[in-house]
C-alpha cells in the first residue's frame, strides 16, 4: 500500500460517496487508476465495498437508486413523455411536494414552501430516441437518459423534497420539462406561464464539479432552390438544383464562420440535411437543405442573418436569366435560440460553487458549452440568473454507452441540497 492508496482510503473514510473524479483529482491520477486502485483494496480486504456501506442511511440511499432506475425503466423519446410524466406526477405527490399540476405540454409542477424569493429547479423528462437495457454494473447504472438528463432531474427532485418541513421562507418550484431533445415545446409552453423565478438552476449533466455557466446562440435554418427540371441527358436546358444549393450554402458558409482556438467563441456552421431529385435520370429541379449556425455570446446575430439574405439575393440576381431559366432560392429560419451567459458572481453562481466547495474540497471549473440549453430560452426571456448543474459525464450522453456512476448520483443530491441553502440564504440578505 503506497501513499496514494492511504490518501485514497482517508477521503472514503471522510465520505464514501465521493465520485472517483474527484478522489482522481486529489491524488493526480486518472479515474481508470483510481477506480483499479479501489478495486484491488476492496479484494485485498484493506477497505469495505465503499459503494455498499454507506452506513445508517443505506434504505434511503437504496430508495432513490430505485427512483432513478425506475425512471431509466420508461422509455420517454421527445413526443412519447406520457408514462414519464404520470411517474414524476406521482412521485411528487409521494414526496409531499404542493400544487402538483400539468400543463398543455405535459410538463409537470411542483412547489415546495410559499412566497418569495422563488427558486426554480428545471430538467427534462424525454430522451434522444434509442433503449439501453438499464442495469447496474461496476457502480454505475446504466439506461437511456441516465446522463441526458434523469439523473439530475431525479436528485433535484429529491434534493427539494428534503426542505418540505424546513423552508421558512421562499418557495422552490420544481418543473419537468417535455420536448428538450426536440424542439423545445415543454420549455417554451413554461415560459407562457406565471412562473416569475428569482433565479433557477436546470439540471443537465456538468460533470459533478463543473459549473456549466454560458451556452451559444443557435439558428437552424432551410435553404430551398427550385430550377425548372429537364431530363438528365441535356443538362444545358437548366440548373441542377442541388449543385447550385450546395454552391450557395460552401459561398455561407465560408462568410459566416470564424477561426478561433477557443470554440466557444466560434461562428460555426454545420449541413445537418439535404434532400434532392425524384429519378436517376431526370436533373434535379428541387433541393432542400439545412443547417445549424451557432454563435457565442455577446456577438450580434443579425450579422449573420443580413449575410445570409444578401448572398440569397444575389444568387437569385445571377441564376434568372431572359430566357426563363429561372433558379429561384430562398431561405427560412426554423429556429431561433439566442445564446446566454449566467455571471460567475451571480446569487445562483456562488451558492452552487460554495455547495461544491463544502462537498468535495474542490473549486469547481466554470465552463462554458458550444451547444444550446433550456437555459438560453429561460434566461433572456425573464433576465434572470440561470446555470446548469448536474451529476453525469456529458460525453456519454445519446450514446449507447450511457451511464452514471452511483456515488455521483448520490453526491449530487448533497450538493444539490447545499445550493439551496445557500441561494435562500443570499437571496434573503439582499
Excluded at 482522481?24 to 455498499?52: D, P, Q, W, Y
Aim: charged letters at 20%.
Amino acid at each position: 500500500m503506497d501513499d496514494v492508496d492511504k490518501t485514497i482510503i482517508k477521503i472514503l473514510t471522510k465520505d464514501s460517496r465521493t465520485p472517483n473524479t474527484v478522489i482522481a483529482k486529489h491524488v493526480n491520477k486518472s479515474e481508470a487508476s483510481v477506480r483499479a486502485r479501489i478495486e484491488k483494496l476492496v479484494s485485498s480486504g484493506a477497505i469495505e465495498n465503499f459503494t455498499v456501506t454507506l452506513g445508517d442511511d443505506q434504505p434511503l440511499y437504496d430508495y432513490y437508486l430505485t427512483l432513478l432506475e425506475n425512471a431509466l425503466r420508461l422509455y420517454s423519446p421527445s413526443g412519447e413523455e406520457k408514462n414519464m410524466s404520470d411517474f414524476l406526477f406521482e412521485t411528487l405527490t409521494n414526496f409531499g411536494f404542493n400544487n402538483i399540476y400539468r400543463d398543455s405540454a405535459n410538463n409537470v409542477f411542483g412547489e415546495i414552501g410559499s412566497g418569495s424569493p422563488t427558486l426554480l429547479l428545471c430538467g427534462h423528462m424525454d430522451t434522444v430516441p434509442g433503449q439501453i437495457n438499464v442495469q447496474i454494473k461496476d457502480n454505475a447504472i446504466y439506461g437511456r437518459g441516465a446522463s441526458d438528463a434523469k439523473s439530475p432531474l431525479i436528485s433535484m427532485l429529491i434534493a427539494a423534497s428534503t426542505f418540505k418541513d424546513k423552508l421558512n421562507s421562499g418557495k422552490i418550484i420544481f418543473s419537468a420539462v417535455t420536448d428538450e431533445e426536440g424542439t423545445g415545446k415543454g420549455i417554451r409552453e413554461l415560459l407562457k406561464g406565471n412562473i416569475q423565478p428569482d433565479c433557477a438552476i436546470f439540471g443537465e449533466p456538468s460533470g459533478i464539479d463543473k459549473i456549466t455557466v454560458g451556452y451559444k446562440g443557435r439558428y437552424s435554418i432551410k435553404f430551398t432552390c427550385d430550377t425548372p427540371p429537364v431530363h438528365a441527358s441535356a443538362p444545358w436546358m437548366s440548373h441542377n438544383s442541388i449543385e447550385l444549393l450546395f454552391q450557395l450554402w460552401s459561398e455561407i458558409q465560408s462568410e459566416i464562420q470564424t477561426n478561433n482556438d477557443n470554440h466557444y467563441k466560434q461562428i460555426t456552421s454545420c449541413l445537418t440535411q439535404i434532400e434532392g431529385g425524384i429519378a436517376d435520370n431526370v436533373m434535379p429541379g428541387n433541393c432542400n437543405l439545412i443547417c445549424d449556425i451557432r454563435y457565442p455570446f455577446n456577438y450580434n446575430p443579425e450579422q449573420i442573418t443580413e449575410k445570409i439574405s444578401e448572398i440569397v439575393s444575389n444568387y437569385n440576381t445571377k441564376f434568372t436569366s431572359e430566357e426563363n431559366l429561372q433558379s429561384i432560392f430562398n431561405y427560412e429560419i426554423i429556429d431561433s435560440t439566442p445564446a446566454f451567459e449566467c455571471s460567475k458572481s451571480s446569487v445562483v453562481s456562488r451558492s452552487v460553487s460554495r455547495a461544491i466547495i463544502k462537498k468535495l474540497n474542490l473549486k469547481p471549473k466554470f465552463v462554458h458549452k458550444t451547444g444550446t440549453g433550456d437555459m438560453n430560452l429561460l434566461g433572456n426571456q425573464m433576465n434572470i440568473p440561470v446555470l446548469t448543474y448536474g451529476p453525469g459525464n456529458p460525453h456519454l450522453s445519446h450514446t449507447s454507452n450511457e451511464n452514471i456512476m452511483i456515488d455521483e448520483f448520490l453526491t449530487s443530491i448533497d450538493i444539490y441540497q447545499n445550493s439551496i441553502e445557500n441561494i435562500f440564504d443570499l437571496l434573503q440578505r439582499i
